[in-house]
């Protein structure tokens, strides 16, 4: 208990922070989002080039009130005003769904380097235009990320090497936030906005599923959903049971749910990997390896994660395929920084998510080496999938605005 409360307190108020240096990236967030701390704000107070200079809302007393609460010292009448200062390098997008492709686009095409919330876009037709465009190919270009930042955890790069070890037979994910933390009036449940749970902690599930098989899925056999009827959050799915075929058969399943019980449990996913035969001394005999690996806190590890590593051994003679010795073997281990992983990087182990995928994005902005990545055609493939989804349960993807429509027959932004 103690470990865990220096972790968080020193994620969010991190010991002997470092100064700025000279050449730090100026940052600007476009909205006033609750989600802005926890993405940018906390973890730039431990990085020595990440400098949060401003923030804009559609309301501006709304963003004075944010800037105040949150130590940032410029506050912009408009969007477009932080697009517009050429002293602002990179910016945040943490607005509603439905708008992450307008201000990303427009973003790039003022030469900012944008780190975009997850879901990336509305729809895989959005995303494959967004991460497409023209500007991203050429020398100098900016960097686009979409912020998954779970994949930066040491925790859950670990787990993916370990599954690496043998060809996977199964995976399932769940998670869940529980129904005292939504409302039905949030943006989560607005279907204009690119609502839904799928949109929401169904990212995550989709995203494990598609690492750890190492593949993209052939279809969506299944997906059963809870979802609203009325108003404006018609067609807004609270929870889904989605079945993924993988190729060679494989099946991969994700549950999640908006509305869960009232005592939340963290996000898992647990994979089942092929038998594997092993070095055996007796030359008449095969020794043979059957592992099972569950990662408990995919989302927020920081604060409690544990990897179960299950092994059945079986040995077996080499001309009857008589058993001869069968036996099980279980340990946990933990991976609250890269030294723990295996794995020569920095991070300490009050680091968030968050604040390792800002340690990437800004070395891919000073073009240094990144130890891990969500590349643009990666981030298509995820909102492909989750279209699948949505199509198989019936809900239709998530809309896409008339600025998008605009923006795809070349009309001006």
């Known amino acids: ?22 050449k730090a990236l100026k940052f600007g967030i476009l909205g006033a989002a609750n989600v802005a701390p926890l993405t940018l704000i906390n973890p730039a107070k431990s990085h020595p080039e990440v400098i949060v200079q401003c923030v804009a809302a559609r309301d501006r007393s709304k963003a004075e009130k944010f800037a105040k609460a949150n130590g940032i010292p410029e506050v912009y009448d408009s969007y477009e005003d932080i697009l517009n200062d050429p002293s602002i390098d990179c910016v945040l997008v943490p607005l509603p769904n439905a708008l992450h492709f307008e201000w990303a686009a427009k973003a790039i095409r003022a030469g900012k380097h944008v780190l975009l919330e997850k879901p990336s876009v509305s729809n895989s037709k959005e995303a494959a235009v967004l991460f497409r465009m023209p500007e991203l190919s050429q020398p100098n270009a900016p960097v686009l990320l979409e912020a998954f930042h779970t994949r930066f955890h040491p925790s859950f790069i670990y787990f993916q090497s370990l599954v690496r070890e043998a060809p996977v037979e199964s995976v399932s994910t769940e998670s869940m936030i529980p129904w005292w933390g939504t409302s039905k009036n949030d943006i989560y449940f607005n279907h204009a906005l690119a609502g839904g749970s799928i949109m929401s902690m169904g990212t995550y599930n989709f995203a494990a599923l598609r690492l750890l098989f190492g593949a993209e899925p052939e279809e969506c056999s299944s997906c059963d959903t809870h979802h609203y009827t009325d108003g404006i959050h018609a067609n807004c799915d609270w929870d889904v049971h989605a079945r993924f075929r993988f190729p060679g058969g494989r099946i991969g399943e994700a549950k999640t749910t908006l509305r869960g019980p009232t005592i939340w449990t963290p996000s898992t996913a647990k994979v089942q990997l092929q038998p594997v035969t092993l070095p055996e001394d007796q030359p008449n005999q095969i020794k043979t390896r059957t592992r099972h690996l569950t990662l408990h806190g995919i989302v927020h590890a920081i604060f409690w994660h544990r990897i179960d590593i299950h092994d059945t051994y079986e040995i077996r003679s080499k001309d009857s395929g008589a058993l001869i010795r069968r036996w099980e073997e279980k340990r946990s281990e933990k991976a609250y920084t890269f030294k723990e992983a295996g794995i020569d990087s920095p991070g300490e182990d009050y680091w968030m998510s968050f604040r390792h995928q800002l340690e990437q994005f800004v070395n891919r902005v000073k073009g240094r080496e990144t130890l891990t990545w969500v590349d643009g055609e990666d981030s298509i493939k995820q909102m492909e999938m989750i279209d699948m989804a949505y199509e198989k349960s019936g809900l239709g993807a998530r809309p896409s605005t008339g600025f998008f429509e605009t923006f795809e027959k070349g009309g001006e932004l």
């Open 1 to 22: 208990m103690a470990s865990l409360v220096r972790r968080v307190w020193s994620a969010f108020s991190p010991p002997n922070p470092p100064p700025k240096e000279p």
